[in-house]
Structures are given as C-alpha cells and as structure tokens.
Antibody, heavy 124, light 107 residues
Framework: QVQLVQSGSELKKPGASVKVSCKASGYTFTSYAMNWVRQAPGQGLEWMGWINTNTGNPTYAQGFTGRFVFSLDTSVSTAYLQISSLKAEDTAVYYC?????????????????WGQGTMVTVSS | EIVMTQSPATLSVSPGERATLSCRASQSVSSNLAWYQQKPGQAPRLLIYGASTRATGIPARFSGSGSGTEFTLTISSLQSEDFAVYYCQQYNNWPPNFGGGTKVEIK
C-alpha cells in the first residue's frame, strides 16, 4: 500500500545536527511533490516547505531557511530533512507529507499521505 | 501570508450529535481548502480537499462546504473515533498554511 515511513526518534544536544528520512513505497516517488511539516509539543501544524521530487529543487517557508535542508535519494525513494545547529526550540515532531497533483489553479494542493512523524528532542 | 482562523477552539459534542466546525481565511482562497483530522500521537489524516471532496476512504458523515473566505466541516453524527483535533489548510497561495485547529471533545 501507499505509505511513507520515517526514521525513529532522535535526542540531540544543542548545536548538533540531525537528518530525518522519509521512505516512500507503493507509488512512483517522482510523481508527487514532498512536503515537510513541523508540530511543536502541544501546538498546531506548521508548513516548512517542499521539494520537487523530479528536479530536487527545494522551497523553504519563511523561518526555515539557512539551517534546514531538504534532499532526495530517488534511487531508494527517500526524502530527507537535515537540521543543523540545533536549538531547543527545534524540539518537535517532523512530518513528511505527499502532495496531491495540482489540477486546478492553485499554488499547491492537499497532503494526502503522511509519514508517522519523527520526534526530534534537543536538550543538553 | 493568508491567515486561517478556526472556530471554536474547542467543541463539546455528545456521540451521535452533529458537529459544525468553521474556518475563515483572511482573503479569498477560492475552493483550495483542505481539512485534516489528527488524533493524539498520530499523523494528520486528510479528510476533505477542494473544500468539499472527500478523500479516499473517508466516511460520508464528513462533509465540507464553502468557498472564498468561509468554510465549514460538518460531521453529521459523531462517532467515538471522531473525537480529535481538526485543522483546515489553504493551498491557494504561498505559503500553504494551516489554521490553529479545533478540538472536538466528548460532552
């Protein structure tokens, strides 16, 4: 079946880096854009940006530039989120989410398949 | 950036009753709006997109309506598994942002 499986929870110290993986299966990886969404503890959903799975071109939301990097390995149908110089405020669950194809005039489309989430905890 | 405002923040409903959730956009998003359900410890699940199209496998008791700036998610007869947090999301403009959520709790 169509699914996204993310890597496991991470505990990191401030200043360290982390790389979260999101492995797709059950569909053609390069046919759908991949988005990343953050959810801080007890908070709502925050869109981080997306990556074009055909070209590898990433787009970052405001507030997610500089320390955040989206990448791909299409040979294994996997998207990655790397965060460097981790801060306590990066503590959150990070989700990858597949985007439906845009078929009407719109900037984007809804996210129909989500990974299970990866908890990243930053603490000294 | 378009601001998405959901109301109420918390909705207390008895099982079997109807629930009506609202989502307002600060400017028109046409019909480019989605609704998601999130249960504790789980990822969000897409319920509705295009303001009124149910996603695959979503029960008919979930319905969406509206266009422009005012949207509604209706759950016709609440089941025990429907108690959760619901988010709306506009994807008409960049960035495709979410509302703050409505928690539907048992009355």
């Amino acid at each position: 079946q169509v699914q996204l499986v993310q890597s496991g929870s991470e505990l990191k110290k401030p200043g360290a880096s982390v790389k979260v993986s999101c492995k797709a299966s059950g569909y053609t990886f390069t046919s759908y854009a991949m988005n990343w969404v953050r959810q801080a503890p007890g908070q709502g959903l925050e869109w981080m940006g997306w990556i074009n799975t055909n070209t590898g071109n990433p787009t970052y939301a405001q507030g997610f530039t500089g320390r955040f990097v989206f990448s791909l390995d299409t040979s294994v149908s996997t998207a990655y989120l790397q965060i460097s110089s981790l801060k306590a405020e990066d503590t959150a669950v990070y989700y990858c989410a597949r985007e439906l194809p845009v078929v009407v005039p719109a900037a984007s489309c809804a996210f129909d398949i989500w990974g299970q989430g990866t908890m990243v905890t930053v603490s000294s | 950036e378009i601001v998405m405002t959901q109301s109420p923040a918390t909705l207390s409903v008895s099982p079997g009753e109807r629930a009506t959730l609202s989502c307002r956009a600060s400017q028109s998003v046409s019909s480019n709006l989605a609704w998601y359900q999130q249960k504790p410890g789980q990822a969000p699940r897409l319920l509705i997109y295009g303001a009124s199209t149910r996603a695959t496998g979503i029960p008919a008791r979930f319905s969406g309506s509206g266009s422009g700036t005012e949207f509604t998610l209706t759950i016709s007869s609440l089941q025990s598994e429907d108690f959760a947090v619901y988010y709306c999301q506009q994807y008409n403009n960049w960035p495709p942002n979410f509302g703050g959520g409505t928690k539907v709790e048992i009355k």
